[in-house]
């Protein structure tokens, strides 16, 4: 092939040793990165995406992916539709009902508390219950008459206080001594979501930070939108990365 290049993985790229300058394959002196990283040209070897085991030199264009499970997209390695990505390998989830939560096993059980409508995957935590329960603590208690102000997701409230901790605050500051801060125990913090193979951690980690923070301070819960940073917000990069601190 003209310029040195090889068919690899159906993709023309530089044969082992070599590097691509741009327009050609020459001999990459010196250069020897490990598996799973690639040279960028200025001497340093940096990691290939995740996901990924063998990517080309220079670009950094994904070639092979670490698990047969993953498909290559614009040379990034990616879950096919419908399936869930554990860093290492995608699968198939399964089906569960209504009242039901899908297990790290991949199978399902039925929400532990009997008052819960649904629970959450993976840790069962129940997040809506039947009427007349609200959802606290991931148990379903059932409500009185004293639930001046809700809090938790906008759905399936987790809790009610009678008046606020603060004239701008909802939810009371954690006692100055206290060895653990879990705002999951007052069912504030919406469960992780993937980013899939975007670059745009600095969306998900500001997105989650934010609607925490609004119902630490409102009270409702509710699920904003990452997207919506990473098509609309012009000081970062889209899925090419960004600053947590210029989105918000």
């Known amino acids: 092939m003209e310029g040195g290049f090889e068919l690899v993985n159906g993709l023309c790229g530089c044969p082992s040793g070599h590097i691509h300058n741009g327009n050609s394959c020459e001999l990459g002196e010196g250069v020897g990165c490990p598996e799973g990283t690639y040279f960028s040209g200025d001497t340093w070897c940096y990691y290939c995406e995740d996901s990924c085991s063998f990517c080309a030199d220079i670009t950094g264009e994904c070639l092979y992916c670490g698990h047969q499970s993953y498909v290559i997209s614009d040379y990034v390695c990616e879950c096919p539709a419908g399936s869930l ?6 699968f198939e989830p399964v089906e569960c009902t209504e009242s039901e939560f899908r297990t790290k096993g991949n199978t399902c059980e039925s929400c532990a508390d009997e008052n819960c409508e649904q629970c959450a995957d ?8 039947k009427a007349g329960f609200i959802a606290m603590n991931g148990e379903c208690t059932e409500m009185d008459g004293d639930c001046a102000y809700p809090y938790g997701p906008s759905n399936s409230f ?3 206080l009678p008046s ?3 004239k701008n605050r909802l939810l009371p500051k954690y006692d100055d001594n206290a060895v653990n801060v879990d705002w999951r125990e007052w069912g504030v913090v919406n469960p992780a979501r993937a980013q899939g193979g975007c ?3 600095w969306s998900f980690g500001v997105i989650a930070t934010v609607e925490t ?8 819960l509710f699920e904003l939108s990452e997207q919506h940073l990473v098509d609309c917000d012009s000081s970062n990069n889209g899925c090419s990365g960004g600053w947590p601190t210029d989105a918000f």
Request: hydrophobic residues 25%; negative net charge; charged residues 15%.
């Open 85 to 90: 990505d554990t860093g290492s390998y995608c």
């Open 122 to 129: 993976e840790t069962g935590e129940c997040w809506a219950c």
């Open 158 to 160: 987790a809790g009610c």
């Open 164 to 166: 606020k901790a603060e």
């Open 199 to 201: 670059g745009s951690c």
């Open 213 to 220: 923070w609004h119902a630490i301070t409102f009270g409702p």
